[in-house]
């Protein structure tokens, strides 16, 4: 070989090595841009998880402050109801207490009326009694008195 086929030979190694040097350099601009590009991703997924955890979190804080919210409205409730009841049941048992009392002035005025009654009854008895009385004296004088 001849020193220019060595040059041509060196030469082309030289840009065999070049293009290699090329190609390796793409390849590792290309591995470079693939791992910039999964910790974006990476980074990304993990910006949506904490996103996600935060929205659960907001979600499970609104859910417990309805319930506090709705226990709150039934407590009002079962206390307004008990309000309520209870009176109700004092106006019942005023209205019994009248009751009670109207049936036993009621009662009175029933003994009242039957002792009334029976008084009544006994003075129409002597009524009579002192009647018939008269009449029999009468009756029993006349023909003395006529002769």
Known sequence: MNMSQLQRAIEEI???HMR???QYMRQQELYLQQQEQYLKDHEQQQH???QMMDKQDNFHLQILEQQREFQARVLEGQREQSTNFQELYDRLSLRQA???EYTQNLYQWKNIYHTIGEHR???RMEYDIATQAK???VVHSMPTLNQ
């Open 48 to 50: 949506r998880q904490q």
């Open 135 to 137: 009449l029999d004296y």
């Open 121 to 123: 009854y006994v003075d």
């Open 98 to 100: 009248k009751y009670g």
């Open 20 to 22: 290699a040097q090329e």
């Open 14 to 16: 030289s840009q065999q």
